[in-house]
Each structure stands twice: as C-alpha cells, then as structure tokens.
C-alpha cells in the first residue's frame, strides 16, 4: 500500500483529508479548529498531492500561487502584507559558489510569514476570534503581525529572560506579551494551559504552519527553472524547513517535475544538537540535548517535536546532518554581511554549514547548492554590531 500521510513510512490515514494523526492514524480536515487529534496525538500534514506546474495560479505573484499544493482555504480567507517571491542570489563564498535564497525578505523579517500568513488565513477562515503561542522569536513576531492584520486577538508566553528588544516587534504589533519564568518548557506549558479557552495557534504543532513552509520548495524549483539544485542547506531548530521541503519535493517528484529529490542538509548549532546527535548515533528518534547560550538563539530547541519525521525525510533525501560551534557561525555571518548580505546569526548557521560540507567534499564544487536565509540582520543589529567589532561572542 502506498504511503498516504506525512512523511515516508508515516501513519497511514484515510485519503482526502488534509491532515493524519501521528499517534492513531485518523484524518481530519481544515474545517476542524484543532491543533492536535481528539486521541491527544500530534497532526501531521497529509502527503503532498503530486504537484506540476500547470497547478500553478500564474495571476498571483506571491507565494500563494502554489496554493492548489496546500490544504483546501478559500482565497477570500488570506491574509496578506505584500509578500512577494523573495529573491535567489547566486555568491561566491569562501567556500565555493552557492545560492543564497533570500527568505528574510519578508514581511516581518523572517521566512516564518510563509507559515504563519497560511496558518492566520487558516484561522480566520474558522472565524477565531482570539489565539495563544509560545515563541521568543521570529515566530512570534510573524503571528503577531498576521494576526494584528486579520483582527484575531493574540498573546504569546515568552521566556522571563528574554532580551526585551528581541520581543519588542511583537508587542509593536499588538500582541499581549506573558514572561514566563523558567525554561523554553516552562513557557510552553504555560501556553498548553492558556489552551484550555482559547486557540492555541501553535506554529510548532500546526501542520498548516509547515504547509505554509512548503511554499519554498516550489518557489525554488520554479526559480531555478524547473531544476531541482542538487543540495539544500537549511538551519534546523523544530525543523520545519526541512518538513516543509521535502513534502514540497516530494510532490514536485510525483507529479514528475523533479526526477529525485534534492540532498536536505540541517546545520544546527552545536549548543543545542539533538538531532545531529541522533543521526550521528543511526536513530530513529530524537532525544532531548543541549542548553545554554548560542549566537543561533533562533534555533535553540533541545527536542524538535517531529523528531522521527525530520530523520526519515533527511534519510530519504541522501542528505546529512551537521551542528556547527558559534565561531563557525560567526566567521559566516562576517563573510555574509561583508558581501552585503545582512542577516542575523541564526541566518549564518546554514552558511557556516555549507563551508563544512564544501570542505568535507559532501558538496562538489561543480554542485548547485541552495543555502536557505532565513532571518533579517535588521533584527539583531546591536548583536551583529557588537559580534563584527569583537565586542561579544
Ligand atoms: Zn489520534
């Protein structure tokens, strides 16, 4: 029997449902407001239907022309603030030639708008009047702007010890801002309770979040006219970018677009490597590693919550898994930002990868390599300020 839902060799579930419970296997669709399965187990995005370019809406220049891959919304339903095609940028970097994708040129600063302009439209199409998420970051950020455009009531738990300027785009946008102390853990159990009344618009635990991700995988295929590039390099905290990908690949493969799919690489940073560490040790699931401080505070997760879905999408791929130090991030932040690409450091963790896997001969010099940007310097100024004068770091 054909795979049906998520990701190869996932749970099996009933075709024609946009989403599959990972725990008992049942499907469910958009109409259902619920951001887990009645049984209490995780949802998971249904495969991706086969996907080629005549699926394409040509009228819509953003990222929503792909929507006929994504779950069924109403385009009376989306929430915009003038995404558009964000742009590709072929560099040549200490390491070799890559192709920067430009994914911070967001709304917000972040590709995070990707999955959280689908995962807002979604709730409004629902008519939810008030939602909960946990974030420190990029996230929070984008589902406050999306939610402050859609006129959904928002608040977000954040860790007590957070910088308040990193949480200031947030509450710009209106967002109610609750410091939890204790750890990340703390802060989302804090969250799960607010759940109890009001939406819990979690974009770690809602699969159209990653829907909304996938929107990459087809942008770049269609950029690159039609190609797959033969190597993907994307930072890897919850893993989303890898999730989104590769079911976006996937789809591109069955409807014979793509003749295989790109080799997914995830760079985490070596303060938190739980999933390095698993793949290094041949595992099928991911256990809870690291802590502390790193420049890559983007992705600082000690446990990605779709562990054994992210090691068989980058087995599937022939990809690999690596974490760097903070001072391999920082040389790539220096030789980004002195090119005049300016990103925040957990941007440059991807680049730092791809110098390790040009280095190590994982990645030939005569190889298309797509490295994913994910954040705007414009974020972290001061830090990026202080870290290039060798003030901090
Ligand atoms: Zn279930």
């Not at 099996?12 to 049942?26: I, N, Q, R, V, Y």
């Not at 928002?154 to 939890?180: D, F, H, M, R």
């Not at 799919?261 to 490597?273: D, E, G, K």
């Not at 932040?333 to 963790?349: C, D, H, I, M």
Request: hydrophobic share 45%; with cysteine.
């Amino acid at each position: 029997m054909p795979e049906a839902f998520g990701v190869p060799g996932g749970p099996p579930g009933p075709p024609g449902h946009s989403f599959a419970c990972a725990a008992c296997g049942a499907g469910s669709g958009v109409e259902q407001a619920a951001w887990r399965c009645a049984c209490g187990g995780p949802l998971e995005l249904a495969e991706a239907a086969p996907f080629s370019r005549a699926a394409i809406d040509d009228a819509e220049p953003s990222f929503w022309r792909y929507a006929r891959a994504l779950p069924p919304l109403d385009p009376r339903h989306r929430v915009r603030l003038g995404e558009a095609v964000t742009p590709l940028l072929a560099l040549e970097l200490p390491a070799g030639r890559a192709v920067l994708k430009l994914d911070y040129l967001f709304p917000t600063g972040s590709y995070k708008d990707r999955g959280l302009a689908v995962l807002v439209s979604w709730l409004r199409s629902l008519r939810i009047r008030s939602v909960v998420e946990d974030s420190s970051g990029n996230a929070g950020a984008a589902l406050a702007a999306y939610t402050a455009a859609a006129g959904i009531e928002c608040t977000i738990y954040v860790p007590a010890s957070n910088s308040p300027g990193k949480l200031a785009q947030a509450a710009a946008y209106g967002a109610e801002l609750v410091p939890i102390a204790g750890d990340r853990a703390a802060v989302a159990d804090a969250a799960l309770r607010a759940a109890a009344t009001r939406f819990y618009a979690s974009h770690n635990r809602c699969p159209m979040f990653l829907a909304g991700v996938a929107t990459l995988g087809f942008e770049l295929v269609e950029q690159l006219g039609w190609r797959a590039p033969d190597h993907v390099v994307v930072p890897a905290g919850y893993g989303s970018l890898v999730l989104g990908l590769h079911w976006a690949f996937r789809a591109l493969v069955a409807g014979g677009v793509l003749g295989g799919l790109p080799r997914l690489h995830a760079v985490q940073t070596a303060a938190y490597p739980a999933l390095a560490a698993a793949w290094a040790g041949g595992a099928d699931e991911v256990d809870a590693r690291g802590g502390g401080p790193t420049l890559a505070e983007g992705i600082a997760c000690r446990r990605p919550l779709r562990g054994r879905a992210l090691l068989r999408a980058i087995r599937e791929s022939r990809g690999t898994v690596t974490s760097v130090g903070d001072d391999e991030t920082l040389e790539a932040l220096r030789a980004l930002v002195r090119r005049g690409v300016y990103v925040e450091p957990t941007s440059a963790v991807a680049a730092a990868g791809h110098a390790r896997l040009a280095t190590d001969g994982t990645i030939a010099p005569t190889e298309t390599v797509v490295v994913v940007l994910t954040g705007s310097g414009l974020k972290a100024a001061t830090t990026i300020g202080d870290l290039l004068a060798g003030r901090r770091g």
